[in-house]
């Protein structure tokens, strides 16, 4: 079930220490996605690649950036983590497909700690 | 953009009965409706999608039925057990482009299960 990883599982930092948190896959999937996860809501979407073209979604915090290297790993850098960025930060993958609605897949998630 | 609508945001149900969870959605361009069930601590999964040219989907005790005119989906859980209780998504995507893969997510339903 290890098809899409992510790590630390969990990650303790402090307010305004830089934070990386990755995510691997192995699916060969052309697209990644990170999304931000607080208590009882819906995945909110930070940003995703299409192969290496970055798509911002407007709302992201200039705080969050992310690189992806190759096709298996996309990282997310939180660069001065403050105590409302304490979340559940999930990456998901998918096939662009030519019609639109690829199943996203899922990892388990980083939950980040602010403190 | 994509905007959708999820009722209710809380359903408790008795073991054996049928849960029912309803999702509006604006924009007609959409093509591909997912459910995702997250279970505490845990990724989301997809548990079943329906595309904008099928009606109704079904998969065992779990159905989606779709009607594109009135812009709803709705999931239909027979039978229900305990290990049904989890928070429900659903999702749309708007066809084709870039956007094509971007899931809008409703604001989730959790469903209890009581023995």
């Known amino acids: 079930d290890a098809m899409v990883i992510q790590n630390p599982r969990y990650q303790v930092t402090q307010f305004g220490k830089p934070v990386t948190l990755s995510c691997s896959q192995t699916?060969?999937?052309?697209?990644m996605y990170w999304y931000q996860q607080k208590s009882s809501q819906a995945p909110k979407l930070l940003f995703h690649?299409?192969?290496?073209?970055?798509?911002n979604e407007a709302d992201t915090p200039d705080n969050f950036q992310s690189r992806r290297p190759n096709t298996s790993f996309c990282f997310l850098d939180i660069r001065s983590p403050g105590l409302g960025d304490a979340a559940m930060y999930l990456c998901?993958?998918?096939?662009?497909?030519?019609?639109?609605?690829?199943?996203?897949?899922f990892g388990p998630g980083t939950r980040l700690t602010v403190t | 953009g994509e905007n959708v609508e999820q009722h209710p945001s809380t359903l408790s149900v008795q073991e054996g009965d049928s849960a029912v969870i309803k999702c509006t959605y604006s924009?007609?361009?959409?093509?591909?409706f997912p459910w995702y069930k997250q279970e505490l601590g845990k990724r989301p999964q997809l548990i079943i999608d329906?595309?904008?040219?099928?009606g109704e989907k079904k998969d065992q005790r779990i159905a989606v039925t779709l009607n594109k005119t009135a812009k709803h989906f709705s999931l239909h859980i027979t039978e229900t057990q305990p290990e049904d209780s989890a928070v429900y998504f659903c999702?749309?995507?708007?066809?084709?482009?870039?956007?094509?893969?971007?899931?809008?997510f409703g604001g989730g339903t959790r469903l209890m299960v009581k023995p």
């Open positions: 699916l060969n999937h052309n697209v």
């Open positions: 924009d007609s361009a959409s093509n591909y």
């Open positions: 690649y299409y192969d290496k073209d970055f798509n």
């Open positions: 329906i595309r904008s040219n099928v």
């Open positions: 999702a749309a995507t708007p066809k084709g482009g870039n956007a094509g893969n971007m899931l809008t």
């Open positions: 998901a993958t998918s096939r662009r497909l030519a019609g639109g609605g690829g199943e996203q897949y």
